[in-house]
């Protein structure tokens, strides 16, 4: 009877993937199941309905999902998450291309190659998790016990920090050095926090919170604490981008508003949506926000980038080449955004309502729980926090722009099928009381979301609708030019 029970859960642990112990004839077993390698750290606000992260996520998906976790834990700015997807896709990338008869990377091109009998799955993951593990390292040190803990998890040594292109750990680690190294001169400035590069800066407003030097020019807000809003990142335009020949290659037009009156038509629609929120309209505000503390918009889209893959049961060679592709253009949409921006220096909705409609009546949102009321103009506020950059061309709708370009170009259609139910009473402008229904957001198309997410900043209160069509145009651009650069490495043409 005791051998036939040790026989019986030593199966069952060999099924599972288990270890067994037989301590004594007693039979005193001790079993160590898998431990299951989910995300560590701080989920989105707002998942998707369907298609989130599952223990069944090849190692593209799992290491996605674990730079999002570390954008969120360290409240990372949206340009600054661009380059961290980046260089972890990118790293992944290269050391996949390894085992690929075809594909080069992007800094050792073919380089690591190994011979078609390696060629396999778990050889593929494994090169792909030492890679992305130790961009992570270099990226967030702070967060390296749960990267840890993580490899742990996927049953890797994090110790191994061989160099020997024999072996997968040794192809992962080559791969993300030589990524870090190229990466390391930039222009990002990562050494030093990412802090302006330029002395004694690249940046100097025109306006302060107090003065009104220029109404057509960016006005730095007073923050809660009293402190005064910088421009984030001002130096961007600086960083090697992935595809484009310079941060100029596909800059939008002038803003046309350069004159006061036309400012007041913009302003006209800006006070529209403010009166006329609704709990979808301030949802889907909210929904689109990617503040500190989310995935950030780059990082949203690499949410619905992992919902495809799930839905259309993507396979690691796949997924390894989408995010290549979407992240190289995210990182991009950031350099093309914030070069416009500090270009164009525009000035945002709140200072232009705060100008021109100074001691007159305008029906507006007033505030949380006031709904809409008559209110002087000087005393407008957004739905939304106002954002430490100028305003134009929308960042957002430029991230959403390559975005959706990139997924419609590697899908092959624009067919999305994405759904959210946000709950009952979990704004976070108006908590307990919005939205008083749940509220359902779907998007057919990647279309549709690329044009949803543009407009809830204006329904937020923080854009004009030039600077959303001009980014979504921007950064569809941006993403046909990266998924073309993309593809050059994936079929081993690129120069």
Known sequence: MTRRLVMTVALVAALVGATLHAATADVQLVIRLPLLALPIGPGPLFPMDNYGPTPNDDVVLKWNEQTLMAIRQFKTPPPIATRALDIVHTSAYDAWAAYDPVAVGTRLGGSLRRPAAERTTAYKSMAISYAAYRALLNLYPAKAADFTAFMTALGYDPNDTSTDPATPAGVGNSAAAAVLAYRAGDGSNQAGGYADTCVPSCYQPVNTPDTINDPMRWQPLRNADGTVQKFVTPHWRNVTPFALTGPTEFQPPAPKLTSLL??????????????????????????????????????????????????????????????????????????????????????????????????????????????????????????????????????????????????????????????????????????????????????????????????????????????????????????????????????????
């Open 262 to 495: 036309l400012l007041d038509n913009e302003i006209t629609d800006t006070l529209l949506q403010s009166a006329t929120l609704t709990d979808l309209s301030k949802m889907r505000a909210e929904y689109w926000a990617d503040g500190p503390g989310t995935e950030t918009p780059p990082g949203h889209w690499c949410m619905f980038a992992q919902a495809v893959s799930r839905a259309r049961g993507y396979g690691l060679d796949q997924d390894v080449k989408l995010f290549f592709a979407l992240d190289g253009a995210m990182l991009d949409a950031s350099i093309a955004a914030w070069n416009a921006k500090r270009t164009f220096d525009y000035v945002r909705p709140i200072t232009a309502v705060h100008v021109r409609k100074k001691n007159q009546l305008v029906l507006a949102w007033a505030g949380p729980y006031k709904g809409t009321r008559l209110i002087w103009g000087q005393d407008w506020q957004p739905y939304l926090p106002t954002p430490a950059f100028p305003e134009y061309v929308s960042g957002h709708s430029t991230f959403s722009g390559a975005g959706a370009k990139v997924l419609q170009l590697f899908t092959g259609a624009d067919t999305f099928g994405g759904r959210v139910t946000i709950k009952p009473g979990s704004s976070t402008v108006e908590p307990r009381a919005t939205p008083l229904l749940p509220v359902v957001l779907t998007w057919l198309t990647f279309s549709s979301a690329r044009e949803e997410a543009g407009n809830s900043r204006r329904q937020g209160g923080i854009h004009f609708p030039e600077a959303d069509q001009n980014g979504q145009a921007v950064g569809a651009q941006v993403g046909a030019n990266a998924y073309s650069k993309a593809l050059s490495y994936i079929h081993g043409t690129a120069g």
